[in-house]
């Protein structure tokens, strides 16, 4: 039998999955993101080709380091914290 691990924190951020994989992993179609992928589980394409991506959509600071470490759900959420505060910054 083949097991999969859980997805439950994935289908929380559905929307910011989708959004990633509209503007920045355009090129991926993954069938099934559990909650333990990283982006890099993700995705086959070129680190610096991706990173640029994140940086040119989202607008704000996202290391290497933090894709590798945190799991796609963490990540999400974490990027879109930073643009909520850039967007409150900005208005001010």
Do not use: N
Not at 6 to 28: I, K, N, P, Q, W
Not at 36 to 55: H, N
Request: contains cysteine.
């Amino acid at each position: 039998m083949l097991e999969f691990s859980s997805d439950t924190e994935m289908g929380r951020v559905r929307g910011l999955a989708d959004e990633l994989f509209e503007h920045v992993l355009y090129d991926e179609e993954p069938l099934f993101v559990s909650d333990e992928a990283t982006l890099w589980g993700v995705s086959m394409s070129d680190v610096d080709e991706v990173l640029e991506r994140c940086r040119k959509y989202y607008r704000v600071p996202i290391s290497l380091e933090e894709t590798q470490r945190l799991p796609l759900w963490k990540l999400l959420r974490l990027v879109d914290e930073r643009r909520k505060v850039l967007a409150e910054t900005a208005k001010k």
